[in-house]
């Protein structure tokens, strides 16, 4: 397998196959793979039938399970074990990630593989009018940080659109949130994350919302329809000192972007403590379950 690094020249090729899977999990979009793709992160293979996705993820290495051109293909038997074989050879245990939907249902047709559940990848969707309206006796809460922000910032904050020309406005957003916690080694890709998606918004139908307070750009987000039922949020950044920014951000997003699909996918919490209890606090609609794949 001849791998490569993404990059945005290799969008119609992904596409073509992602199309036909009509995945609703956020791993195989192509912004997601491009975003994080940083640096040689994600490279990316093809033969005559399938597209093949390796990553580098710190200290990890593995792949994404395959894609073949039609999903109901007998041959991705033949890429699943191709792609074992590959990582086996290079020194890689071989794993598979980001399994759900579709691809599990081919895996499952696959022998010599076992799948074991990934609950800290699994995906939060939530039905759009759920988190446009922030309606009914369990999100009040929410409704409550909303009137909190508007007591003190009402007159104060506006809602913008995000464009590409915002990069240095965003970064310094990012910085902000940065400085407020412990850095890691994920930290760096986060922000190379940020600034592809703000440099290809056009190219990749990237949507984007933010929150001025006093002139100055406080929260913003990153997001993007995946089909027409389907949007997916990519990233969120706001000041954690601004009692209630989050729950603006994600509403106002809502409002003003998203009201043209039925659910929205805010993907995973990555086995975060708090990550988790923020994102069950607004009640998913569902979970797209996901799964490793390794060989028996």
């Known amino acids: 397998m001849d791998f490569k690094p993404i990059d945005i ?13 009509k995945l609703e999990c956020s791993e195989y979009t192509f912004s997601n ?52 074989e590959y990582m086996s050879t290079h020194g890689i245990d071989p794993i598979f990630k980001g399994i759900s939907g579709p691809i599990k249902a081919a895996f499952e047709r696959c022998t010599g593989y076992e799948l074991i559940d990934d609950r800290n990848n699994s995906d939060y969707v ?27 910032y009402g007159e104060r904050y506006e809602y913008v659109k995000i464009t590409g020309d915002m990069m240095g406005e965003c970064v310094d957003v990012y910085n902000e949130w940065l400085s407020e916690k412990s850095p890691d080694e994920t930290d760096n890709m986060e922000l190379c994350a940020i600034k592809t998606l703000l440099m290809h918004m056009d190219m990749l139908g990237i949507r984007g919302g933010g ?24 990233i969120e950044k706001a000041d954690n000192e601004i009692m209630g920014l989050y729950t603006v951000i994600n509403n106002q997003f809502v409002q003003h972007e998203l009201t043209d699909v039925k659910f929205i996918n805010r993907e995973e919490d990555m086995g975060m403590e708090g990550l988790r209890k923020a994102k069950l606090s607004y009640y998913p609609a569902y979970m797209i379950d996901k799964f490793d794949g390794r060989p028996i």
């Open 126 to 152: 939530y039905t759009m009018e759920s988190l446009r309206d922030l309606a009914g006796k369990r999100l009040h809460a929410k409704r409550n940080h909303i009137h909190q922000f508007m007591a003190q």
């Open 33 to 84: 793979l491009l975003m994080w793709g940083c640096g040689g992160n994600i490279m990316l293979a093809e033969d005559e039938q399938a597209l093949y996705i390796l990553l580098h993820w710190g200290n990890e290495r593995f792949m994404f399970a395959p894609l073949t051109v039609e999903p109901e293909s007998e041959y991705y038997q033949t890429a699943l074990d191709k792609a074992a």
């Open 211 to 234: 929150i001025r307070i006093d002139g100055k750009l406080a929260a913003f987000t990153l997001g993007q329809k995946m089909d027409d039922n389907m949007a997916v949020v990519h």
């Open 9 to 21: 020249s290799m969008k119609q090729m992904v596409e073509h196959y992602t199309a036909k899977w």
